[in-house]
């Protein structure tokens, strides 16, 4: 019988088998990896601050494990991790609030072909009337997630950008984008922690290679 887990932390010893089955493949993904991961113009400590929050988006529970050990080595804290996880988690129920715009249009049967119009964000009135309870103390957990704390605010809206890039909500990386750089962001930074979440999606999918394996091997 095959075994009721699906999630083992021993399931990532599998990984290798992955890199024997697509080795050019595999072996170009750490180095890509490696790469994102790397001390640059983003710390290296911030750059896994960033990871574990990608991660708790992606809902990798072996991304989780491996990049909150490497933050620890690195000296991050629990509550370091867990303003991260917060920031994470801000952006995520914000990717859902802003989508409301959208959801707004269809159900008024919009017309127009574009989906994605700044000013889809005059329907945030509409948002509070229709759940005004709702809507408040969702703004008001926002306002906490992202003010500065152990983390500063440059380094909470490098990982909201981040964060967007793996939500794929366009209001949300144009907001956050905007607001780092006044936070002083520069394009650099701003690419490398980019470049952190493309990591971190690409490797929870290769991660749950592992998965793959198992039920392939059933």
Known sequence: MANDSLYQKSYISRIGELGKSAPDAVKAFFAFDQSALADG??????????????AHVT???????????N??????????????????TALKAGSAFSHGFNALN???GAEE????????GKKMNELKNTAPEAVNAFFGFDEQAMKAGLLSKKEKELIA????HITGC???????????????????????????????????????G????NAFDE
């Open 161 to 164: 950008v981040a964060v967007a």
């Open 210 to 213: 592992v998965n793959a394996l």
């Open 41 to 54: 113009v983003i710390p290296q400590k911030t750059k896994e601050l960033i990871a574990i929050a990608c």
């Open 113 to 120: 072909d574009e989906l994605y119009k700044r000013s889809n």
């Open 71 to 88: 933050g620890k080595k690195l000296g991050v804290t629990k509550e370091e991790m867990v303003e991260a996880t917060m920031v994470a």
């Open 106 to 108: 269809a159900f008024e």
């Open 59 to 69: 809902g990798c529970p072996y991304c989780i494990e491996i990049h909150v050990g």
């Open 170 to 208: 366009a209001y949300c990386i144009d907001i956050h984008t905007k607001r780092s750089k006044s936070e002083g962001v520069s394009k650099e930074e701003l690419v490398e922690s980019i470049m952190v979440a493309t990591a971190l999606k690409a490797g929870s999918a290769l991660a749950h």
